[in-house]
């Protein structure tokens, strides 16, 4: 079977395409594929690509190593380097000028999207994955909500596409307990479409990416609007909403003390506050 040949390498992302399909690979291995700001552009720049080109008609959103994505580097700062007037990360700006225009594009972008998933899919990795239309994870796999365990709240568009996917008792079993997922739980709660074996994963994939990008383009692209308008049809007033808040939790003392003591690598000690 043919694979998936390099188009285009970024920084943090990689560009493959295999006939009218292409692949977005996040490409941070050492990292576990943390979301940093160069990686926000390159995912943006990447997307462009798959947005503007005719011939792809199906997109895959891959990654590199044993991670698909562990989250927002923190080690970027909690905000990428963007801070308010008053010196406090500037979670909502992150969000609204580097995360939501990917997430957001990929999930209304009228072609299919698959995400394929393995190990860590953590915060918003998890968001990036979900925003696609079908959703494939190795055994390996595991899913995460891990913002809580920061002083945190869901973001990234995760508050809309979890309860959507599981609805509300799980969704908040996830965003309250910040406990992992495996791929078999993710599979019954309806999470994600399916697990693959892993000998088996890479050529499932790749399989079922030729499959839709032969298939009736503007059939799925109308499938999509439809389901976006009936589920997702307050998505930007949810966004905006997850940003607010979020900002609110970044002058939090629990927030502080969430992000120490995941750098310190210590059990954090909330106050409430």
């Known amino acids: ?11 943090t992302v990689t560009l493959l395409r295999l006939g009218a399909a292409a692949k977005i690979e996040l490409n941070r291995p050492d990292s576990l ?18 947005r503007d080109d005719d011939e792809i008609r199906a997109v895959v959103i891959g990654a590199a190593g044993r991670a698909f994505c562990s989250g927002a580097d923190l080690k970027d700062g909690a905000a990428g380097g963007l801070t308010t007037e008053d ?3 500037d979670l909502e700006r992150a969000l609204n000028e580097r995360y939501h225009p990917v997430i957001t594009g990929l999930r209304r972008l009228p072609k299919p999207v698959v995400s394929a998933v393995q190990g860590p899919c953590v915060g918003v990795g998890l968001s990036l994955a979900l925003c696609a239309d079908l959703v494939y994870a190795s055994e390996n796999a595991y899913f995460l909500l891990a913002f809580v365990n920061i ?9 809309a596409l979890i309860p959507a996917r599981i609805g509300l008792a799980r969704a908040t079993e996830m965003a309250m307990l910040g406990e992992r997922v495996d791929a078999a739980k993710a599979a019954d709660w309806g999470l994600i479409n399916g697990v693959l074996e892993g000998a088996e994963f890479a050529g499932a994939i790749d399989a079922l990416a030729e499959r839709l990008a032969e298939g009736p383009t503007r059939s799925y692209a109308g ?15 949810q966004l905006a909403l997850e940003a607010s808040i979020q900002q609110e939790m970044a002058g939090s003392s629990d927030f502080v003390e969430g992000v120490s003591s995941f750098v310190e690598k210590r059990p954090a000690s909330f106050t409430g506050r």
């Open 1 to 11: 079977m043919p694979k998936f040949e390099i188009e285009t390498e970024l920084e």
């Open 223 to 237: 499938s999509k609007r439809q389901l976006n308008n009936w589920i997702f049809g307050p998505f930007d007033d």
């Open 151 to 159: 002083g945190l709240v869901p973001d990234g568009g995760s508050s």
């Open 33 to 50: 594929n943390a979301w940093n700001a160069q990686m926000s552009s390159d995912l943006f720049s990447a997307f462009k690509i798959v």
């Open 87 to 89: 010196g406090r990360p």
